[in-house]
């Protein structure tokens, strides 16, 4: 006689910026059904608190000076509990398919037969200029927006910049806040004026949002002004659009 073993499903949800109320119907849904719940490092207290009493709850991002787990403990961790039959949600900040490794984590499990489900989510661009009033397209000054990240390889900015040289393009740079410097200096390089609108957004999306403006030129000195949270840049005409509004409870600062 077969036993048949029943796996469970994992559902890769987006949470938004931070706040729930910047979570769709379906991911709170999601979170609020789990029995176990497996978030990163950008979620935040609020949506994790959705989760029900017996669900199961593991950070894997780093919190609290833990630190965080590796890609493949997380797959296998992932796998060991949709195999008890669990309904697993894999929790990220923003939207899984930005930057959120979903397509990684999909592939494993799928390789395996669990079924996998993405629900989106609100990403750090959307929410920054939705809370700074800037748009990420505007007619006749931004008609394509660029969702990159920045490192350097042996010192050097790594990949092709070749879009930043369009005037009308607005980039989305994640994870770019520690190469600033290096980043203005390739979108210079690349064809785009020292003087063009560029802002940062720490935290965006919740109230301890900050917004950091700048011009390429002055980026770097910028963001040194910024603290530890997680950081967004965004480049292009649209940002001289941007300015501190009464959600953020930040003071208006000057341009450049
Ligand atoms: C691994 S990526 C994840 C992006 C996420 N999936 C999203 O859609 O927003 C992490 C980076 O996203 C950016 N980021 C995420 N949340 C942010 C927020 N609330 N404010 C500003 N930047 C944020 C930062 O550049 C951070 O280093």
């Known amino acids: 006689m077969s036993v048949e073993i029943k ?40 949506a ?41 949600v894999r929790l990220k900040g923003g939207d899984p398919s930005i930057f959120g490794r979903v397509g990684e984590e999909a592939a494993f499990l799928k390789g395996f037969g669990v079924e996998t489900e993405v629900v989106p989510g609100v990403t750090a661009a959307c929410a920054a200029a939705a809370q700074f009033g800037f748009p990420l397209t505007h007619r006749g000054e931004a008609r394509r927006v660029v969702f990159t990240t920045a490192r350097l390889e042996a010192g050097k900015l790594s990949g092709d910049w070749s879009a930043a040289a369009d005037p ?59 603290g530890d949270g997680p950081l967004l840049i965004v480049v292009g005409e649209v940002a001289a659009f941007a300015t501190a509004n009464s959600m953020s409870q930040v003071e208006r600062r000057a341009f450049g």
């Open 168 to 226: 009308e393009a607005t980039l989305a740079v994640y994870m770019g806040g520690a190469v600033a410097g290096d980043l203005a200096r390739g979108m210079i390089e690349a064809g785009r004026p020292a003087d063009t609108p560029a802002v940062a957004i720490e935290k965006a999306g919740g109230a301890e949002a900050r917004l950091y403006p700048a011009t390429l030129a002055t980026l770097a000195e910028r963001i040194a002004e910024a």
């Open 7 to 46: 796996l469970g499903k994992v559902l890769l949800v987006g949470a938004g910026p931070g706040p729930v109320d910047l979570m769709t119907v379906r991911a709170v849904r999601a979170v609020e059904s789990a029995q176990a719940l497996l978030y990163d490092a950008l979620c935040s207290e609020e």
């Open 48 to 88: 994790i608190a959705l989760a029900p009493a017996g669900c199961v709850r593991i950070q894997t991002g780093k919190r609290a000076g833990k630190p965080s787990m590796k890609q493949d403990e997380i797959n296998r961790l992932m796998l060991r509990l949709a195999r008890k039959g669990l309904k697993v």
